[in-house]
């Protein structure tokens, strides 16, 4: 399975990671949860709510490629959260993985979760995700179609699933750039950022 065919937009990545299956350290996991997110001003998909819409530095310069590479940042300081980045080398543009649902290993994602955690919850929310993976600001830049690599992904013919505005986003708050598999109880709740504008005065 080639990281090429990631070299797309955002939006087209998304759909196709729905569906998708990472694994991680002893833990498989079907993606049902996805954001997609642009880049810089001066690019094909300017997006200010994206890490990379100041353009690169140290801290995001995986986001600008090549495609099929894993992007992690600590939310809040605290928590791992993983990014498929997408788009051609230069271009910046990711893919946000918020939740998965547990295909094998849920034994070992439990020890790093939790006993008493649900299994729907195990991987419900970016950070639940790395964790029950093992996934860590380690993994940043690898090559997640490397067969060597302890975090891989396997695409399938990507799926269209249900859109909604990004979660807890301040800026470009009511693009419809989130997307979910109905059905799935471990897709995450919305819960829009207090700092957003209003819903319609975002773009």
């Known amino acids: 399975m080639s990281a090429e065919r990631l070299a797309v937009d955002p939006l087209a990545a998304a759909r196709l990671l729905l569906g998708a299956v990472l694994t991680g350290r002893g833990v498989s996991a079907v993606i049902v949860e996805v954001e997609a997110y642009g880049g810089p001003q001066n690019g094909p998909w300017p997006d200010a709510a994206s890490h990379s819409f100041r353009g690169p530095g140290p801290r995001n310069s995986v986001m600008f490629g ?88 396997d695409l399938g013919d990507g799926r269209d699933g249900l859109t909604g505005p990004r979660v807890g986003v301040s800026k470009a708050a009511d693009r419809s750039w989130r997307m979910w598999l109905a059905g799935h109880p471990e897709v995450s709740s919305y819960r829009r950022s207090p700092r957003a504008p209003a819903p319609g005065e975002s773009d």
Do not use: K, Q, W
């Open 66 to 153: 090549p495609p099929g590479v894993l992007y992690t940042y600590r939310s809040h300081g605290i928590h791992v959260c993983a990014n498929v980045v997408c788009a051609t080398a230069g271009v910046a543009g990711a893919v946000l993985l918020r939740a998965a649902a547990i295909e094998a290993g849920a034994e070992t994602a439990h020890a790093r979760r939790g006993d008493l955690v649900a299994r729907a919850a195990l991987a419900r929310g970016p950070g639940n995700l790395c964790s029950a993976l093992g996934i860590t600001m380690g993994d940043n830049g690898i090559d997640l179609f490397d067969e060597a690599a302890s975090v891989r992904l």
